[in-house]
């Protein structure tokens, strides 16, 4: 091995050392503000495992972690992803204006008022000037909008996705929103933690 490859391997080692202890750094020093962060939004324990579970689950970390633009984000495109689901598991085409759909939900009992409304805010929470990156992200308050959209979020998920134990079995309260399986089983994203 030339002298050159050793210094490199060195140089790697120390690279990665250095790398594990800021990032322990970082970890220890804002750990409770973290546990803080996960506790205040009383998420869904329990999820449909559809394919925007894993999305809404990374947002939860994300603002747990203190990624609030991020966190924004994501909850945007869940937001998105869920309504699209009830839609379409509710035989309605999505196409319309999302005020005007989030009425038509209220109007058939798909969702309450209450749910409509936090979809409506999530859509509401300068997503276009998000999503384009337009100069108007410099002054949003991203810390306060992501509570308020992840808060929103899972009041929108504990509509759809509530559920019971019922000996042992995942009851959920509305099976539309479920893949229940020929044999009773319920495919579910759990995020206890």
């Known amino acids: ?50 394919h925007f579970a894993a999305a809404s689950s990374e947002c939860i970390n994300l603002y747990r972690d203190g990624y609030y633009i991020s966190t924004v984000m994501v909850s945007q495109a869940v937001n998105e992803g869920i309504i699209k689901f009830v839609a379409e598991r509710n035989g309605i085409k999505e196409n319309k204006e999302h005020d005007k759909l989030m009425g038509e939900f209220v109007q058939k009992g798909i969702f309450s008022s209450g ?31 992501a509570k308020r959209n992840l808060q929103d979020l899972a009041i929108i998920e504990k509509e759809i996705f509530g559920t019971d134990f019922s000996n042992g079995k995942l009851v959920p309260h509305n099976s539309k929103y479920w893949d229940v399986q020929k044999d009773g089983t319920v495919p579910s994203f759990l995020r206890f933690l």
């Open 1 to 50: 091995m030339s002298k050159n490859n050793k210094n490199s391997d060195v140089q790697k080692i120390m690279k990665r050392a250095l790398i594990k202890e800021d990032i322990q750094a970082s970890v220890e020093q804002t750990l409770n503000k973290r546990i803080d962060r996960y506790l205040e939004i009383d998420h869904q324990g329990i999820i449909g495992n559809h």
């Open 115 to 145: 749910c409509a409304e936090s979809s409506r805010r999530i859509w509401g929470s300068f997503r276009n000037d998000v999503h384009h990156m337009n100069p108007k992200v410099a002054s949003i308050p991203f810390q306060q909008l």
